[in-house]
């Protein structure tokens, strides 16, 4: 197995199984008072992740998943800053190019129910006020926190090989590819998609370019 394949492994099953805080094996959440589950990650299914019901097409997929915003909870609980993640991460460690995607769900089918979106530039807009650029960004940065933590366990090279691991930053849209919505998105997303990773790709985050996808195909592209 590749070496990056490995680290990638042994990050998913500490991160799965290890407590972030062992002093204090119990983080409450302040605002509700309900415990928080003192790991790293939690996996689901990616449609559990959507919480509005109507989307179908999020709701439906089954591909597993990393959490990331319970990631950020739990790691804001334990005094860590609070930043602003993505929806999820999937480790790509089924392939010869192993991979970290970092998903953010976002609907298009709700822009076009917008009435103040009446031209593409209007769309784009629209795109641009996702934050996207943000979310990758700290994102990145909570990965960092997690990768580093003391109660991961992971050695030098471990952490040297996760940091040259390529990372893809993917929107995740409800609506399908080949269908007249998915080409004028794919061409809206391409014209702006310098703006929505501003990290750079020669960063020692190894940041790939942003690419959008599509909830039609999503389970398949990852069950291949």
């Known amino acids: 197995m590749d070496v990056k394949n490995e680290t990638l492994e042994k990050i998913l099953i500490n991160g799965k199984k290890n407590y972030i805080n062992t002093a204090k094996r119990k983080i409450i959440n302040k605002k509700t008072g309900e415990e928080i589950e003192n790991v790293f990650f939690t996996e689901k299914s990616l449609g559990d992740l ?9 709701t439906q997929l089954k591909v597993k998943v990393i959490d990331f915003d319970k990631t950020e909870e739990r790691l804001r609980e334990n005094k860590v800053r609070s930043r602003k993640s993505c ?78 691991t390529p990372k893809q930053p993917i929107l995740l849209l409800d609506i399908n590819k080949d269908g007249q919505d998915g080409f004028k998105f794919t061409l809206e997303f391409l014209s702006i998609r310098n703006e929505l990773t501003k990290i750079g790709k020669n960063d020692a985050h190894n940041l790939l370019d942003a690419k959008p996808a599509y909830c039609g195909n999503f389970d398949e592209k990852y069950n291949n």
């Open 50 to 58: 959507e919480k509005d019901e109507n989307l179908t097409c999020f």
């Open 87 to 164: 929806d999820a991460i999937k480790f790509k460690t089924d392939t010869n190019k192993p991979e970290i995607h970092f998903i953010e769900l976002k609907s298009i089918k709700n822009i076009d129910k917008d009435t103040s979106v009446k031209t593409s530039e209007d769309r784009i807009n629209k795109i641009r006020s996702f934050k996207f650029d943000k979310k990758i960004r700290d994102s990145i940065m909570i990965m960092s926190e997690v990768i580093e933590h003391k109660n991961m366990k992971l050695t030098t090279d471990d952490i040297e090989n996760y940091y040259s």
